[in-house]
């Protein structure tokens, strides 16, 4: 069994899950069960399939789990500039977290394509 929280993609990915909530929460509240339910399911499922991937006895399980949170990620990057475009962030908010999740993406790949290669 791993230690997920010493993986730094995964407390990146707990930090952007906070900013992602406190935006959230200025949105519209006709937003509610909409796109903040959405970009809030999606950020916690980043960091929550991280750790319940580290449970995982093989490197393949746990691979699975982190291509998981890569597709939640890119899917809240979608999430992200629909909020922009509807105005309920600004450009610097989107920017910001853009780049935040840029890097939990570029991590998430790079540990995937590590846990793959280990296997082969």
């Known amino acids: 069994m791993r230690n997920f929280r010493e993986f730094h ?31 809030e399911r999606a950020v916690v499922s980043i960091s929550s399939n991280i750790s319940e991937g580290s449970s995982r006895a093989s490197d393949v399980e746990f691979a699975h789990f982190l291509e998981i949170a890569l597709g939640s990620a890119f899917e809240l990057e979608t999430q992200i500039k629909i909020a922009l475009f509807l105005s309920y962030i600004n450009e610097n908010e989107s920017n910001h977290l853009l780049e ?6 570029k991590g998430l790949g790079k540990f995937i394509n590590i846990l793959k290669n280990q296997t082969k």
């Open 100 to 105: 935040q999740l840029n890097i939990i993406q």
């Open 9 to 39: 993609v995964y407390q990146q990915s707990m930090q952007l899950c906070v900013e992602i909530y406190k935006l959230c929460a200025k949105f519209p509240s006709s937003e509610k069960y909409a796109l903040t339910n959405q970009m």
